[in-house]
């Protein structure tokens, strides 16, 4: 089985530019959620999703970003304008919710965005 | 609030080295408590977990005890190898579900030869 795809793995952009980062869960995964890391913060948690629909975005840090799901194998993040502040790396996972459920969270390998 | 807080790292050991990683953590119910593992360059994987207290966590050779009366999920290894040498994360996730996992700071491991 394929793993949390993420696209691109390496992202390197000027600040004010437009970054879409996409995500493809696991199949039949129903949960959806976006991390920042960083040496300063860690891991955080941005988003996350359920059945495609946001549950809690309360770790957006601020307008700049937002988050889609339009249907169960697609998810992206984007940043606009973007800011050297954003550089980090961004996870994406997934995990399965129904019966027989671990609450494993299966990770994306990242996408390491630098803004410059 | 929920939160999870990790020893410092970096950690440096000898090949067969016994391991210990603290964790301690603040929650309010009963959390489920997991170690995650970070090889260079790649996501996250689930090492080990406990869901109630006194449950104890294995894999791999690693063991962690979840201890409610110390608040406290320390990561152990016996021998530790080479291909060990990653990060390893703390996580919590609060009672009433897995979804918002709230992880420590992670502690770098470096094993030598």
New interface residues.
């Given amino acids: 089985d394929a793993g949390?795809i993420q696209s691109p793995r390496h992202e390197v952009t000027e600040m004010g530019q437009e970054v879409t980062l996409r995500c493809k869960p696991i199949s039949g995964h129903d949960?959806l959620f976006w991390y920042r890391q960083t040496m300063m913060r860690?891991?955080e948690?941005l988003i996350?999703f359920?059945n495609n629909v946001p549950?809690?975005d309360s770790g957006m840090p601020e307008d700049r970003f937002s988050a889609k799901m339009p249907n169960a194998s697609f998810s992206t993040l984007k940043i606009q304008p973007s800011e050297p502040r954003d550089s980090a790396v961004y996870?994406c996972?997934s995990?399965g919710g129904g019966a027989g459920a671990t609450?494993?969270?299966f990770?994306?390998?990242?996408s390491r965005l630098t803004v410059l | 609030g929920n939160s999870v807080t990790q020893m410092e790292g970096p950690v440096t050991l000898s090949e067969e080295a016994f391991l210990t990683i603290n964790c301690t953590y603040t929650a309010t119910g009963y959390p489920?408590l997991f170690w995650?593992v970070q090889y260079p360059?790649?996501?996250?994987?689930?090492l080990l977990?406990a869901t109630k207290a006194d449950d104890k966590g294995s894999n791999k050779g690693f063991e962690a005890t979840y201890r409610k009366e110390t608040t406290s999920f320390h990561l152990e290894k016996g021998s530790v190898q080479v291909s060990d040498s990653a990060v390893y994360?703390c996580a919590l996730?609060p009672s009433g579900g897995?979804?918002?996992?709230i992880?420590?700071?992670?502690t770098r491991l470096a094993v030598h030869p």
């Fill in positions: 949390v949960y860690g891991l948690l996350y359920n549950i809690d996870f996972a995990k609450g494993e969270l990770f994306g390998e990242g | 489920s995650y360059g790649e996501g996250l994987q689930l977990k994360f996730g897995y979804n918002k996992l992880f420590g700071a992670g």
